[in-house]
């Protein structure tokens, strides 16, 4: 499942459930951050990480797909 959440002047939040975690755009929205889906479905925003496209678990272009959804969920 993959859900698109506004958090109000703060940060677009895409939830990819099927990987365990939330992703979302630095300031300048040009890097990609994620943050793990804790098992009782919490997610700390404090835990933001950089995704490093090289040793992720997930193919690119998918990678490239959710920040390209961002974007243009940012530009709304």
């Known amino acids: ?3 698109v959440s506004f958090i109000p002047d703060q940060m677009v939040i895409f939830t990819a459930t099927n ?3 939330v992703f979302t755009l630095d300031e300048d ?3 990609l951050y994620y943050a793990p889906i804790y098992a ?3 997610v700390n ?3 933001f990480a950089p995704v ?3 040793s992720a678990d997930m193919d690119e272009m998918e990678l490239f797909d ?3 959804r ?3 969920m940012c530009q709304v």
């Open 1 to 3: 499942m993959v859900a």
């Open 19 to 21: 990987y365990g975690c």
């Open 29 to 31: 929205m040009n890097e």
């Open 40 to 42: 009782d479905s919490t």
């Open 45 to 47: 925003l404090s835990e």
């Open 52 to 54: 490093d496209m090289e």
């Open 66 to 68: 959710i920040r390209n």
């Open 70 to 72: 961002l974007v243009e």
